[in-house]
C-alpha cells in the first residue's frame, strides 16, 4: 500500500520514488535553508530496477513510492551511484525488503558499501562505460570518480535518453514540485550555484574534464535525474552549461568583503571598503558574519573577482568566525581572485597578517599589504580603506576589461 505517497512518472520507463526533506538546515556545515530532496527513482522495464535509495528516517516514505507502482515491492536490481549515506544509509534495510537479486556499484562503491555496512549489503562492481540489459532497456555506466567522491558514477538509460547524475546538476531544494520547469527560475539559479560552490568549487578541474568528456560520448540527454532537487526535463543542458561556467571560475568585476567587529571598528573599514570598491565599479557584497553564513559567502565568492577579508586581533589572533568561515573557504579552494586583508587591533595586531598568509596558501593574488587601525579608524584611516576598495575595483578592471 501506497498510504499517503505516491511515485511520480519522470518517463516513460523512470519514475521518482524519493522523499522530500522539509526541516534539514544543515548539510556539513552547509546552510540548506530550503530543505532538501533525497531523490531516488525507478525504472519499471522487462526487470524492475531502483537507481540509490534514501536518508534512513526516509524509508518508509521510499516504500510507499515504490509500491505505488510496483504493489508487491520486488525489483529485481538495485544501483547505487553514490554511497554517501543520505543515498546508501538505507540500502540494507530496503535491500531486505525489495529482495534485489543483484546490488550493483563502481569498484569504489563497492569497496565503500563494505566500509559502511560490514557485509550486510553484498554488492557486486560494474566498471566505466559497461552497459546492462534491464529487459527491453539498456544503462551504461559513467564513472566520475572525486565528483565528488571516489565511488561516484552516473547511469545512462539510453531508451529514455535519461541521465541520471548522482550528486551532479543537483541543489538542495525541498518542494512539492519534482520538475524544474515548475519552479522559479531565480530559485533554481541561487541553489544550483550554492550547491556548486559548496560541495563542487574545489573539484572543479575534474568537472571541466567530466563535461569535455560527456560532451564526447555525444549521448542525446533529454532528462536529467539528479539525486536531490528537482529533475530537469525541459531546457535540460542549462545545468551543464552553468557548471562550465561555474567551474572556469572566470573573474568578475564584483567583490565579496567578509568580516567581524568587536566594538564596530572592523565593521566601519569593511563598510568605507565597499564604498571604494563601488566607487570604482566592483559591485561589493559585503557578507558582515554575525548575520551571514560561511556557505553563503562561499555562494557569493562563486560569482566574484576578489576576496576582502576583515577581522580584529583577539588573543593573538584571527576572531573565532572569520577563522571560521576562512578554514571552510580555504577547503573550497577558489582560483583566481584576487585578495585583500584588513582590520583593528588593540596592542598586537597579528590578525590581517594571519590573513595575509592563509590567502597566500589559498593562492590568490595580494593586491597590497594588510590595512591594520589602532582602535577606531579616523577620518584619514577610513579614508585609506576608501582608497584600498577602488585599488581593488581598478585591479579588477584591469583583469575583466571595463
Not at 531523490?39 to 536518508?55: C, F, M, P, Q, R
Not at 571516489?150 to 545512462?156: L, R
Not at 593562492?363 to 591594520?372: G, I, N, S
Amino acid at each position: 500500500m501506497s498510504g499517503g505517497f505516491s511515485a511520480v512518472r519522470v518517463s516513460e520507463r523512470v519514475w521518482w520514488v524519493g522523499a522530500v526533506d522539509w526541516s534539514t538546515r544543515d548539510f556539513h556545515g552547509y546552510l540548506t535553508s530550503r530543505g532538501t530532496t533525497y531523490n531516488a527513482y525507478l525504472i519499471k522495464a522487462g526487470k524492475v530496477t531502483l537507481v540509490d535509495t534514501v536518508k534512513p528516517p526516509f524509508l518508509g516514505e521510499m516504500m510507499a513510492r515504490i509500491s505505488s507502482v510496483i504493489p508487491d515491492g520486488k525489483v529485481d536490481c538495485i544501483i547505487s551511484n553514490h554511497s554517501e549515506m543520505d543515498h546508501s544509509g538505507s540500502l540494507a534495510e530496503a535491500a531486505k525488503l525489495l529482495h534485489p537479486a543483484k546490488i550493483l556499484a563502481s569498484a569504489n562503491g563497492v569497496k565503500a558499501l563494505q566500509s559502511h555496512f560490514h557485509g550486510a549489503v553484498e554488492a557486486a562492481a560494474v566498471a566505466d562505460g559497461e552497459s546492462l540489459d534491464l529487459g527491453g532497456a539498456r544503462a551504461t555506466f559513467i564513472e566520475t570518480k572525486m565528483i565528488h567522491w571516489p565511488d561516484s558514477m552516473m547511469t545512462y538509460l539510453h531508451d529514455d535518453r535519461l541521465l541520471f547524475s548522482q550528486d551532479g546538476f543537483g541543489m538542495h531544494l525541498a518542494s512539492g514540485e519534482r520538475f524544474a520547469d515548475e519552479l522559479p527560475g531565480d530559485v533554481l539559479l541561487y541553489e544550483g550555484a550554492k550547491y556548486f560552490a559548496n560541495i563542487l568549487m574545489p573539484l572543479s578541474p575534474l568537472i571541466e574534464k567530466l563535461l569535455e568528456r560527456v560532451r564526447k560520448l555525444n549521448l542525446p540527454i533529454e532528462v536529467i535525474a539528479p539525486d536531490h532537487g528537482p529533475v530537469w526535463r525541459r531546457d535540460v543542458m542549462r545545468m551543464p552549461e552553468l557548471y562550465a561556467a561555474w567551474a572556469a571560475q572566470r573573474p568578475t568585476r564584483s567583490a565579496v568583503v567578509v568580516f567581524d567587529t568587536m566594538w564596530g571598528s572592523t565593521d566601519l573599514m569593511a563598510r568605507a571598503v565597499a564604498e571604494g570598491l563601488a566607487a570604482g565599479g566592483s559591485p561589493a557584497r559585503v557578507c558582515p558574519l554575525r548575520a551571514s553564513h560561511r556557505s553563503d559567502v562561499a555562494t557569493e565568492l562563486l560569482g566574484a573577482g576578489a576576496l576582502l577579508v576583515g577581522s580584529p586581533t583577539m588573543n593573538n589572533q584571527v576572531f573565532p568566525t572569520v577563522a571560521d568561515a576562512m578554514c571552510y573557504l580555504e577547503g573550497l579552494r577558489p582560483r583566481n581572485r584576487l585578495c585583500a586583508a584588513f582590520g583593528s587591533y588593540g596592542w598586537s595586531g597579528e590578525a590581517t597578517k594571519l590573513l595575509a598568509a592563509q590567502l597566500e596558501r589559498m593562492k590568490m593574488e595580494k593586491v597590497c599589504e594588510p590595512l591594520r587601525v589602532n582602535y577606531v579608524p579616523d577620518g584619514s584611516a577610513l579614508a585609506e580603506c576608501r582608497k584600498l576598495g577602488e585599488t581593488v575595483a581598478a585591479k579588477l578592471r584591469e583583469r575583466c576589461g571595463a
